[in-house]
C-alpha cells in the first residue's frame, strides 16, 4: 500500500520476476479498510479493480504475442502498463529483439512458464551473464498522462528492485 501513495494515480501492480518465479503485488482491498459500513458498495469495487487487473494481463499477453514488450492501453476509467525487460546480474537491460517472438509467440495461446524460459534461453547465446527476466503490470486511473504512466513505472521498479532512481 505505501507504493501507491508514492506513485501519483497508481491503482494496483504485479510485479513477476521470471527468473526466479515470484510475484509481488498488493491485495486488492479498499482504502477505507474492510467494516461493514456499505459492504456492497465495497465488494462491487473490489469485484470491478479485480476485473480491471485481469483485462490488463490479458491485453499486455495479447501485445506480447505479437511481439512488442511494452504498451500503454487507455481503457474507459483506466490506463494498463506492461513492461517486459531482461537484464544481466549486473542489472544492465538487453533489448530484446521483436524477431525472438516470432519463433514461439503464438496468437490467442495463454503466454505461459514455457514462453519466458524459451525466450531468456533464445538471448542466452548472446550474453555471457545469466539474463533475468522482469515483467511489470500496472493499473493507473485513466486521467494521467502516458509520459506520467512511464516515469511512475520506472521510479516502481527502481523501488520494488531496492535501486536508486536515475
Known sequence: LTHLHHFPGLVHYIFVDRSANRVRAPTITPLHGLSNKDKDVTDRMVARLKQEVWKLVYTAHEHLAMGYTASVVRR?????????????????????????????GQHNVPIGHRFYKELMRALAPTHSQPIKCYELFTLYLGVLPAALVTKNDRGLIATLLERDID
Open 76 to 104: 474507459k476509467d483506466f490506463l494498463y502498463s506492461y513492461r517486459l525487460w531482461m537484464e544481466d546480474e549486473e542489472g544492465v537491460e538487453h533489448n530484446v529483439e521483436q524477431g525472438v517472438f516470432l519463433n514461439f
